[in-house]
């Protein structure tokens, strides 16, 4: 199949992160096994969803070092959006391709699947790799359960693509994602006896309140990269719920907050504002109220921020392939952290414009899927 009916197959799985992403899977494994590839599936803790890792191997026969081709299944609700088509189903109109995760990024997976053919009969002295995903768009949960796999196997790589929607042009970096689950317990009274209680709603609102004041220390203060189009740490609240009647003094409220750092700022530096705050002033104000009065902060899923090596070789190359010598930088996060964690250089060049990405009518342009043809198969003559 060519790289439009490969995304119009993958548009019609709803792999929605609350979904399983299976049948997608295992649609493209069974692919790859009439090609004569064995893909491995590496299934999540609860076995409904999987990762799937292939090996186009050289020449020779070797499975190590050569470039991986990554991209995540799952995509992102359609709840509550006005679209002009169904979601699931690929709808051409005015050259563009129309469906949820045609941009983000089924449209990377197709072209990388429709072309294993033209790659398995180029001469390659090194493997290609395919890396699909699951629930990358709910904290990269999925990824990290696939790179443990091939870290404890001794797997290698000497570089990655991550196909995120870029309009194929290289990005270098982009910020880390740190979300946090924050549970305010304080005692339940009447409302009309308002000191006999430990309102846990407003007590939740002077953290949220210290957070925003440490988000607008990094807007005023910095550090700053201007390369980016947010050129410093942001921190947000973006979830609340609390309290159960109107006239009733909560004892619980919980509340989710996420920051994304530059790199070089670490996940617990920033983390340490917060707890600082919690434990310093709010928890000993609260426990003047209620003595068993807690704040418990999970710590949520997460992805390192990425910052390329221009001296890399992977850089080089897709720098050359693309004639695109720009300095890109990006607010929003991908896998690629993961995999320059595991030692895996590794640069974010995709199909698809990032504005597209989330909205109803999400597309992704013809002429940008046959851009990324065009790169990967000169990724594959590279080798």
């Given at each position: 199949?060519?790289?439009?009916?490969?995304l119009?197959?993958?548009?019609?799985f709803?792999?929605?992160?609350?979904?399983s992403n299976?049948a997608l899977?295992?649609?493209?494994?069974d692919?790859?096994?009439?090609q004569?590839?064995?893909?491995?599936?590496?299934?999540s803790?609860?076995?409904?969803?999987?990762n799937?890792?292939?090996?186009?191997p050289a020449?020779?026969?070797?499975t190590?070092?050569?470039?991986?081709?990554?991209?995540?299944t799952d995509?992102?609700p359609?709840?509550g959006?006005?679209?002009d088509?169904?979601p699931?189903?690929l709808t051409?109109?005015?050259?563009?391709?129309?469906?949820r995760?045609?941009?983000?990024?089924k449209?990377f997976?197709?072209?990388?699947?429709?072309?294993?053919?033209?790659f398995?009969a180029m001469?390659?002295?090194?493997?290609?790799?395919?890396?699909?995903?699951?629930?990358?768009?709910?904290?990269?949960a999925?990824?990290p359960v696939?790179l443990r796999a091939?870290?404890?196997?001794?797997?290698?790589?000497?570089?990655?693509?991550?196909g995120?929607?870029t309009s194929?042009?290289v990005?270098v970096?982009?910020?880390?994602i740190?979300?946090?689950?924050c549970?305010?317990?304080?005692k339940?009274?009447?409302?009309?006896?308002?000191p006999k209680?430990?309102?846990?709603?407003e007590?939740?609102?002077?953290?949220?309140c210290h957070?925003?004041?440490?988000?607008?220390q990094?807007k005023?203060?910095?550090p700053?990269?201007?390369f980016?189009?947010?050129?410093?740490?942001t921190m947000?609240?973006?979830?609340?719920?609390g309290?159960i009647?109107?006239n009733t003094?909560?004892?619980l409220?919980?509340?989710n907050y996420?920051?994304?750092?530059l790199?070089g700022?670490t996940?617990e530096?920033?983390?340490a504002?917060?707890?600082?705050y919690?434990?310093?002033?709010?928890?000993?104000?609260?426990?003047?109220?209620f003595?068993?009065a807690?704040?418990?902060i999970?710590?949520?899923?997460a992805?390192p921020a990425l910052?390329?090596?221009?001296?890399?070789?992977i850089t080089?190359?897709?720098r050359?392939?693309?004639?695109?010598?720009?300095?890109?930088?990006?607010?929003?996060?991908?896998e690629a952290?993961l995999f320059?964690?595991?030692?895996?250089?590794?640069?974010?060049?995709?199909p698809g414009?990032?504005?597209q990405?989330?909205?109803?009518?999400e597309f992704?342009?013809?002429s940008?899927l046959?851009?990324c043809?065009r790169?990967?198969r000169?990724?594959g003559?590279s080798?």
């Amino acid at each position: 199949m060519n790289t439009r009916s490969w995304l119009e197959k993958l548009v019609a799985f709803d792999t929605t992160s609350r979904n399983s992403n299976l049948a997608l899977i295992e649609t493209v494994r069974d692919a790859l096994a009439l090609q004569g590839l064995k893909a491995e599936l590496i299934h999540s803790p609860e076995g409904d969803k999987a990762n799937l890792f292939a090996t186009l191997p050289a020449d020779d026969g070797s499975t190590q070092g050569g470039i991986v081709l990554s991209g995540h299944t799952d995509v992102v609700p359609v709840d509550g959006q006005n679209w002009d088509s169904d979601p699931f189903s690929l709808t051409e109109k005015e050259g563009r391709l129309y469906g949820r995760g045609s941009a983000d990024m089924k449209g990377f997976i197709a072209a990388s699947v429709a072309l294993v053919p033209e790659f398995l009969a180029m001469p390659r002295k090194k493997p290609i790799h395919l890396a699909l995903s699951y629930d990358e768009e709910v904290g990269c949960a999925g990824a990290p359960v696939m790179l443990r796999a091939l870290k404890a196997r001794g797997q290698q790589a000497d570089g990655c693509v991550v196909g995120e929607p870029t309009s194929m042009q290289v990005v270098v970096a982009h910020k880390g994602i740190n979300l946090y689950r924050c549970k305010v317990h304080g005692k339940a009274a009447h409302s009309s006896l308002t000191p006999k209680g430990c309102n846990a709603i407003e007590y939740a609102a002077r953290l949220i309140c210290h957070i925003r004041d440490v988000a607008d220390q990094f807007k005023a203060n910095g550090p700053y990269d201007e390369f980016y189009d947010v050129p410093f740490t942001t921190m947000t609240t973006n979830q609340i719920s609390g309290g159960i009647a109107v006239n009733t003094i909560p004892e619980l409220c919980e509340f989710n907050y996420e920051f994304r750092n530059l790199p070089g700022m670490t996940a617990e530096s920033i983390q340490a504002k917060v707890q600082s705050y919690v434990t310093g002033e709010l928890l000993p104000r609260m426990r003047r109220e209620f003595a068993d009065a807690r704040i418990d902060i999970e710590t949520g899923p997460a992805a390192p921020a990425l910052e390329a090596s221009e001296q890399a070789a992977i850089t080089a190359l897709v720098r050359a392939l693309t004639a695109d010598q720009a300095t890109r930088k990006v607010a929003y996060g991908t896998e690629a952290g993961l995999f320059q964690n595991l030692g895996i250089p590794t640069v974010v060049c995709g199909p698809g414009n990032i504005e597209q990405a989330h909205k109803p009518n999400e597309f992704v342009e013809i002429s940008q899927l046959e851009a990324c043809e065009r790169f990967l198969r000169k990724l594959g003559q590279s080798l």
